[in-house]
C-alpha cells in the first residue's frame, strides 16, 4: 500500500470508529479531565498490545494495536471536536 493510500485508509477507518462511537454513546461532552481519562485508558491498551508475546502479556491484555491505535485516534477526535465547538 502506498503512503497515500495507507493514510486514507487509516484517515477513514478512524472516522468509521468515531460514528460508532457516537451510535454508542451519543454526543459526548465531558470536561478536560474525564476526556484525559477516556485517552490515557484507551492509551493503557495501546500498552497492553504492544505487550502481546513478552513476558509481561496477559490474556486479559487487548491484543489488537492497530485497532486499540484507531480508537485512541478516535477519541482525541472527539475530545478535539468538542474543544472546537466550545470555542476553547
Known amino acids: 500500500m502506498n ?7 487509516v484517515n477513514t477507518h478512524i472516522l468509521q470508529e468515531r460514528f460508532r462511537q457516537n451510535i454508542k454513546w451519543g454526543k459526548q461532552n465531558h470536561n478536560n479531565g474525564r476526556w484525559l481519562a477516556i485517552l490515557g485508558e484507551e492509551f493503557g491498551e495501546v500498552c497492553e ?6 513476558i509481561a502479556s496477559k490474556d ?5 494495536l492497530y485497532e ?10 472527539a475530545f478535539a ?3 472546537l465547538r466550545d470555542g476553547k
Open 68 to 77: 486499540e491505535l484507531i480508537h485512541v485516534a478516535a477519541v482525541a477526535s
Open 3 to 9: 503512503y497515500e493510500t495507507t493514510m486514507v485508509t
Open 60 to 64: 486479559t491484555d487487548a491484543n489488537n
Open 81 to 83: 471536536e468538542q474543544v
Open 49 to 54: 498490545a504492544m505487550q502481546q508475546g513478552s
